[in-house]
């Protein structure tokens, strides 16, 4: 099993920046890509970025040129640095990992509130 775990989150002012990290324990081994997506507070999901297990991102549109997605393969860890953040960036971020077997593990999430 793999367990992912976020962490990060917080108040921040428009223009501002935030890192949130995704700690993976478990299985590290079965892991392929590993990602992030959004919940707002109107409970709509939006896809923000994945990146391979070589390491190549890619972005939705909605936060290509601010967010920076990686991962430490030695820590277990990932990350997405956050830049020039926006108030329709509020909303709850979550980490997700693909399996090489197709199966998805995601984790508990964390909160990410932007202020104008």
Known sequence: QVQ???SGGGLVQAGGSLRLSCEASGSILSIN???WFRQDPEHQREWVAIITSGGAPNY???VKGRFTISR??????MYLQMNNLKPED???YYCYAVLKNGASRFGEGTRVTVSS
């Open 33 to 35: 890509n590993m990602g």
């Open 90 to 92: 509020t909303a709850v």
């Open 4 to 6: 992912l775990v976020e």
């Open 72 to 77: 430490d393969n030695a820590k277990n860890t």
């Open 60 to 62: 939705a549109d909605s």
